[in-house]
């Protein structure tokens, strides 16, 4: 089943709750802030010559505050994606003759015939 809407620009930039997200993608700033702040515990520690899992408090501390900024990183960046496509929605909803509509191609009609030269 083709879908011929696909090069249309409008639809490129509109989510109709029709794309799911991969796996990974909500979950992986809130990990990667809690790695982070677990290893800065323990790089403090390291660096003030203690054994690096003592004062286990301060490691789930930093891993909460890493997990914090990992989902406070995951909404600005959210907001700032939802605003750049609003805007270029905008820009082509006022110069729809800039974005045509374009037909699907298939590689052989795109490509050159080649021929080996021996």
């Known amino acids: 089943m083709e879908n011929p809407a696909v090069n ?3 639809q490129l930039l509109t989510n109709k709750g029709t794309r799911e997200p991969t796996f990974l993608s909500p979950i992986w700033n809130p990990i990667a802030g809690t790695i982070a702040g677990i290893g800065a515990a323990i790089f403090l520690n390291w660096g003030l010559r203690k054994p690096v899992f003592s004062g286990i408090q301060k490691h789930i501390a930093f891993a909460g505050i890493g997990f914090g900024a990992g989902v406070f990183i995951d909404q600005k ?24 509509v ?9 490509l050159e015939s080649w021929v080996p030269v021996r």
């Open 8 to 10: 249309d620009p409008l």
């Open 77 to 100: 960046r959210n907001e700032y994606l939802a605003k750049r496509d609003a805007v270029l929605r905008h820009y082509v909803e006022l110069h729809p003759d800039d974005f045509p």
């Open 102 to 110: 374009k037909d699907r191609k298939k590689y052989g009609e795109v």
